[in-house]
């Protein structure tokens, strides 16, 4: 008999007599496309009895011809569980079942297929499992051809699998079909084969249009990671030509294309296969997120995707969303080629493990910025930042907010032109003593090259010191000062400086003119507390302070973040 499923290797096909056998379908599509397939097989060899837990599914098991046929000259005998057969099964074991299915029919000469067999199971006790194993051993063993206990979803994988390894003093026989993309991948928990023994084994499958039926692609992974053990099309790359520009030594197997939309064609039918696409410049950053998300939920997860930075520099949070939404690995563009052939062949027999999001606005809406940038009034720049912390904290994104107190001789209208921001998310404003920055995605370590790209003059010339704090609980207190100051009243520069909030932040309109204040008549704001280092307390924010003339600006080599 076989499994329903052509073309596996080492015998796995062949469905073993003697010993039970658990086959579970993880999905309905799964269920709709394996049973049927199996029940043909198991009558192209001889007579079955099919013992169902549904009318309903077995009705539509009917709709099909040669399990009609079957049906009808007596080769397939029927059964459907009772209600109360569960109890009966709790106290008597498999013997009430099986002398009912003797009585009404079922010989020596039949395969033995019960589904849904998890009516029976679940609930059992530790001690009433195991009088059932015993049963089912000494039912398998009296009987010449197979007995298959069949499970469809929905399924509690937590609580099935841990019985069926128990089942019948460790069942070898336990193997789960699911939809993988427009695949199917057969894994088995463990198997007995004409090799050896398979444990967390798992074969790729494809749907042969013309039968309707389920073959092997020919690949094989391993372990509860996937790790690739043969595919087809293992060491085929299909890369954007941007991506391996002015590079020498490019394998000649590699296939090279020119943009985005021919590389999603190339790799319409790749099953573990290495894609390697540029990442472009930052507008093009919703392009590639989009490719990338694409590729990874159509398909299989032996598939390996690649960014490869040529242009400009990922920021941290955009390399992190692509790793979200499905790439393998993101390369920098220090990275040289020949390190870059290295990482390729480290990968090559990964499976992705990372689960997707299957909606791309909310697979990336975590990962992402506000859309605003620049100045904004002090209550909106507090509402900005805190709605940026709240959607971020699930991933661990890192922010920074800096505050740089302004020379008592600089007005503060010099010190916020000097700033400039080019990306979604890094925000700043001010109050009556200093200028607030708040960059989106940056570590601490990268602050300070941020602002150094971030002000058209040296800090030594606008500000006197900042305080630095790249902690949740840190932002959130100082932009509290921050936010109560403004209920008593701060300045708002956004028509001296050419800016248009997207919503007011405060009800009173900003005036034509705002003159510098004397630093003896500036309100006092509520004093930060003094650095503590990295322990951070909910009473107020931990920063880091130092003069602006001691504070090294990092070398541009620096990988920048921010």
């Given at each position: ?5 052509q073309?596996?290797?080492?015998g ?15 999905d309905?599509?799964s269920?709709?496309l394996?049973?049927p ?5 198991a ?6 009895g099919?013992?169902?837990?549904d009318?309903s599914?077995v009705?539509g098991l ?6 009609q046929?079957?049906?009808r000259?007596?080769?397939?005998q029927?059964w ?10 709790r106290r008597?074991?498999?013997l009430s079942?099986?002398?009912?299915l003797?009585?009404?029919g079922?010989?020596d ?7 849904d067999a ?10 009433e499992l195991?009088?059932?194993?015993r049963?089912l ?7 010449a051809r197979?007995?298959?206990?069949g ?5 509690e994988?937590?609580?099935?699998l841990?019985a069926?390894?128990?089942?019948c003093?460790?069942?070898?026989h ?6 993988d993309a ?9 198997w007995?084969t ?5 444990f967390?084994?798992?074969f790729g499958?494809?749907?042969d249009?013309t039968t ?7 690949t094989r992974?391993?372990?509860a ?7 087809a ?9 941007a991506?391996?520009?002015g590079?020498r030594?490019v ?7 020119e943009g985005l ?5 190339a790799?319409?039918?790749?099953v573990?296969?290495t ?7 930052a ?12 590729l ?8 390996k995707?690649?960014v490869?930075e ?8 955009s390399?992190?969303?692509?790793l979200?939404?499905?790439a393998?690995?993101v390369v920098?563009?220090e990275?040289g080629f020949?390190?870059l052939?290295?990482l390729?062949?480290?990968?090559n ?12 606005e909310q697979?990336?809406g975590?990962?992402?910025?506000a859309?605003e940038?620049g ?7 507090c509402?900005?930042?805190r ?10 994104l890192s922010?920074s907010l ?7 001789q600089?007005?503060?209208?010099d010190?916020?032109?000097a700033?400039h921001?080019?990306r ?9 003593e200093?200028?607030?920055v ?7 370590p ?11 003059l040296?800090l030594t010339?606008l500000?006197?010191s900042e305080?630095?704090?790249c ?13 109560e100051?403004?209920?008593?009243g ?6 001296l400086?050419g ?11 900003a ?6 204040l ?15 280092g990295a322990?951070?307390v909910a ?14 600006v ?9």
């Amino acid at each position: 008999m076989h499994i329903g499923i052509q073309g596996l290797p080492d015998g796995v096909s062949q469905l073993p007599a003697h010993v039970p056998v658990s086959l579970v379908a993880a999905d309905a599509p799964s269920a709709a496309l394996w049973y049927p397939a199996l029940l043909e097989d198991a009558l192209a060899a001889g007579s079955v009895g099919l013992v169902a837990s549904d009318t309903s599914w077995v009705d539509g098991l009917l709709r099909r011809p040669a399990l009609q046929a079957a049906y009808r000259a007596g080769g397939l005998q029927l059964w459907v569980l009772s209600p109360g057969l569960q109890a009966e099964v709790r106290r008597h074991g498999l013997l009430s079942l099986m002398q009912e299915l003797e009585r009404t029919g079922l010989s020596d000469a039949h395969a033995l297929f019960v589904c849904d067999a998890q009516g029976l199971l679940a609930g059992l006790s530790v001690a009433e499992l195991a009088r059932v194993s015993r049963q089912l051993s000494v039912l398998c063993r009296e009987r010449a051809r197979p007995v298959v206990l069949g499970f469809f979803p929905p399924l509690e994988p937590e609580v099935l699998l841990p019985a069926l390894r128990n089942l019948c003093q460790m069942s070898m026989h336990i193997a789960t079909l699911r939809t993988d993309a427009d695949r199917w991948s057969l894994g088995l928990e463990r198997w007995n084969t004409d090799s050896g023994a398979l444990f967390q084994t798992a074969f790729g499958l494809l749907r042969d249009d013309t039968t309707g039926r389920l073959a092997a692609d020919g690949t094989r992974t391993r372990g509860a990671a996937r790790e690739l053990v043969e595919a087809a099309d293992q060491s085929e790359v299909i890369a954007t030509r941007a991506s391996i520009e002015g590079q020498r030594g490019v394998p000649g197997h590699w296939r090279i294309v020119e943009g985005l939309a021919d590389l999603e064609i190339a790799a319409a039918a790749s099953v573990a296969a290495t894609v390697l696409l540029d990442a472009g410049q930052a507008s093009d950053f919703e392009s590639r997120a989009r490719l990338v998300h694409q590729l990874r939920l159509s398909r299989p997860l032996t598939l390996k995707i690649v960014v490869r930075e040529n242009l400009g520099k990922l920021r941290t949070h955009s390399e992190q969303a692509l790793l979200q939404l499905g790439a393998s690995a993101v390369v920098y563009k220090e990275v040289g080629f020949s390190r870059l052939l290295q990482l390729l062949q480290d990968i090559n027999a990964q499976s992705h493990t990372r689960k997707v999001h299957p909606d791309y606005e909310q697979a990336l809406g975590s990962f992402m910025p506000a859309r605003e940038r620049g100045y904004q009034p002090p209550a909106q720049f507090c509402a900005l930042v805190r709605s940026m912390l709240d959607r971020t904290h699930a991933i661990g994104l890192s922010h920074s907010l800096v505050r740089l107190n302004v020379l008592a001789q600089i007005p503060h209208l010099d010190a916020l032109r000097a700033c400039h921001t080019a990306r979604d998310g890094d925000l700043f404003t001010a109050d009556h003593e200093a200028v607030y920055v708040f960059l989106f995605a940056c570590r601490e370590p990268d602050v300070g090259l941020a602002l150094h790209r971030l002000f058209a003059l040296p800090l030594t010339q606008l500000f006197s010191s900042e305080a630095t704090d790249c902690s949740d609980t840190g932002i959130r207190a100082m932009t509290g000062h921050l936010q109560e100051a403004s209920r008593k009243g701060l300045p708002d520069y956004s028509a001296l400086l050419g800016h248009t909030p997207a919503a007011p932040a405060v009800a009173t309109a900003a005036p034509a003119f705002i003159p510098p204040l004397p630093s003896s008549t500036r309100p006092a704001l509520p004093a930060l507390p003094a650095d503590t280092g990295a322990v951070h307390v909910a009473a107020g924010p931990s920063v880091q302070r130092c003069p602006i003339a001691r504070r090294a600006v990092p070398h541009p080599a620096g990988r920048s973040v921010a």
